[in-house]
């Protein structure tokens, strides 16, 4: 009996969904358009970098270190001015992004094992272009390094930088796990807190809770029609990822699934707990945008790294389930692990799960009031 | 005949405030009782605790042989309600709330489907079996969700305000099914603001501040007070309150 009041529920929900087609088809290609706009759009990735280098005295090495810059489709070299002094104009004038001043005798000093020095100069007048930049000029120096190296010439490292799991440093392999992240959040979240408000706004929920469908039956139907939705979009980004960006997948494809998944019911459960607290609508959707969407977005490392943030602000970041997510997907994607470094980052997400849902179903205990 | 809902000494407080003061009352198997009380004398508060949707702060009432509090699954199964607020979903089609409604309530796909023809029949909604409630005039759409409030054969039914809104004529077909349910032996439980309506109840109460302020049939309260009609009757006993 119990089964077949909750199929009947489920049911209703599904055509909810279905009959809202304008809502159901932004669903559905959200993930291929946040992913294709991230990915072309909103990357960091700096494409032309406008390059300057000051080489008093040329030799071999400066010249191969030159024919990797002019052969890098990402920098161009733009001047090559004689001295230091000749370099502040340019940048004054932005014509220059950064610039490799070589000392005297570089060849001479890496072929005797002293370190030999560069200075690498950025326009960091936006402050994170101007890293990104740097970044790219070190791995491009590391590269040249990494090549004297195996040729088994005993060369002094001179910058400590490596990029690994990313080494072309490419921003959209970094998005990619945060977008899912935050589709995931969207879809479940937003819409169940919107679905089940407006039952509470329209007296439609009054009349489930007197009725012998029990709370947790009304929010299981809630959510299950949408988890289905969350995992058609996961399988979007991922497809679209890979399609348009090549972005690499080295781990479990199934994990990851399954860490959508209970990522995913936290944020359901988070959904029906906004619901429970607002009165409309338009409270329980602006609740879920600055209740989720917001710190899941900016907290959890998906956009600034969570290194970055003051002292005081990264404890804080711990509560943010995205964080968590990302930590895995990243990990999955990206790196290639397993549950054996990732179980951490799951467990948090079952407590969260845990903590959210018994909230959640208490919230709706019909005699609250 | 017994009581279908026995309500004795139940009071509700919300901080100081008493909304609900120790009212006592019973309510016979196949009566239609209007339950009437000016806005805030604590009638939704009342039926919110009969319902189940409310905990009753002191004393006690059953429904349906059950006790609301420590039986409350028993009473909602047997129980049907269809609120001041509009309760189907417009989205979904005259039948697609039927078949929820009747699956809701655990009824059976050949019930669901008898029932559910049968009373499309009655209400006439043949011709608009498919389509969307919204489409539906708001009349029909009420006498649709008195009809599925009824589909699972409850044996009270509680109404709240079931007419606000509506034509006359809708009002007078909509008590006209009021009446056939009662003669099919459901208890109706119903509010109104129409007091020309509370004068086809059985027997009404009215509720002044938390407490009932009279019970009995419209013609023994009539009598009582030397009004000529109910909405007299009313006004006399509800002015103190406002």
Excluded at chain 1, 54 to 62: E, Q
Excluded at chain 2, 10 to 22: E, K, P
């Amino acid at each position: 009996m119990n089964t077949t009041a909750l199929a009947a529920f489920m049911t209703k929900e599904v055509r909810h969904i279905l009959r809202d087609r304008q809502t159901l088809t932004i669903l559905l290609l959200l993930p291929l358009a946040m992913v294709v706009l991230f990915g072309y759009a909103l990357r960091s990735d700096v494409n032309e970098v406008r390059l300057a280098l000051v080489d008093p005295a040329p030799d071999y090495a400066t010249a191969a270190l030159r024919g990797r810059f002019a052969g890098n489709a990402r920098f161009r070299i733009v001047a090559t001015p004689e001295t230091m002094a000749k370099l502040e104009p340019l940048f004054r004038r932005g014509d220059v992004d950064v610039a490799i001043v070589f000392e005297p005798g570089f060849a001479a000093r890496l072929a005797e094992g002293t370190p030999a020095r560069l200075l690498l100069v950025g326009d960091a007048s936006d402050p994170n272009t101007g890293s990104t930049m740097q970044a790219y000029a070190t791995a491009v120096i590391a590269g040249y390094q990494a090549e004297l190296g195996s040729a088994g010439a005993g060369v002094q490292i001179v910058s400590r930088t490596r990029m690994r799991y990313n080494p072309t440093l490419e921003s959209v392999n970094l998005f990619v796990p945060g977008l899912i992240a935050l589709v995931l959040t969207l879809v479940s979240a937003l819409m169940t807190a919107i679905s089940l408000s407006r039952e509470k706004e329209r007296g439609t929920l009054e009349v489930l809770l007197v009725s012998p469908l029990r709370p947790w039956q009304i929010i299981l139907g809630k959510v299950l029609p949408y988890l289905l939705l969350a995992f058609a979009n996961v399988v979007t980004a991922l497809l679209a990822a890979w399609v348009v960006f090549r972005v690499p997948f080295r781990g479990s494809l199934a994990l990851l699934l399954v860490a959508s998944m209970l990522y995913s019911m936290v944020s359901l459960a988070l959904g029906v707990l906004v619901a429970a607290v607002t009165t409309s609508q338009r409270a329980a959707m602006i609740g879920a945008l600055v209740g989720t969407m917001l710190p899941n977005e900016l907290l959890s490392g998906m956009i600034f790294p969570i290194s970055s943030m003051p002292d005081w602000l990264r404890p804080v970041t711990a509560v943010i389930p995205a964080r968590w997510f990302i930590v895995i997907a990243r990990g999955i994607m990206l790196k290639g692990v397993g549950l054996e470094y990732l179980w951490q980052a799951h467990l948090v997400l079952v407590l969260m799960l845990a903590v959210f849902l018994a909230l959640a179903i208490r919230s709706f205990k019909p005699r609250l009031a | 005949m017994t009581a279908v809902i026995d309500v004795h000494e139940l009071t509700r407080r919300f901080g100081r405030f008493t909304a609900v003061d120790a009212i006592s009352f019973d309510v016979k198997a196949g009566e239609v009782f209007g339950f009437l009380g000016a806005n805030g004398a604590g009638k939704t508060t009342a039926i919110r605790m009969l319902i189940g949707l409310l905990t009753p702060t002191s004393g006690r009432a059953s429904v349906a042989g059950f006790d609301v509090l420590t039986r409350a699954e028993d009473v909602r199964r047997r129980i049907g309600y269809m609120s001041q607020r509009f309760s189907l979903y417009q989205d979904l089609t005259v039948r697609e709330n039927i078949t929820l409604y009747g699956g809701i309530y655990g009824l059976s796909d050949a019930e669901i489907r008898g029932r559910g023809e049968a009373l499309i029949e009655e209400l006439e909604l043949g011709h608009a079996s498919l389509e969307r409630v919204a489409a539906l005039p708001l009349g029909w759409k009420q006498k649709l969700a008195f009809a599925v409030a009824l589909l699972h054969r409850p044996a009270v039914v509680f109404l709240d305000e079931p007419t606000s809104g509506v034509d006359p004529i809708t009002r007078r077909q909509f008590w006209e099914m009021i009446y056939a349910a009662a003669a099919r032996g459901t208890t109706v439980f119903v509010t109104t603001h129409y007091l020309d309506e509370a004068e086809y109840c059985d027997r009404v109460s009215i509720m002044v501040d938390g407490r009932i302020g009279a019970l009995g049939t419209p013609d023994e309260l009539k009598r009582k007070y030397g009004d000529a009609t109910l909405e007299e009757v009313f006004v006399r006993l509800a002015r103190p309150a406002a």
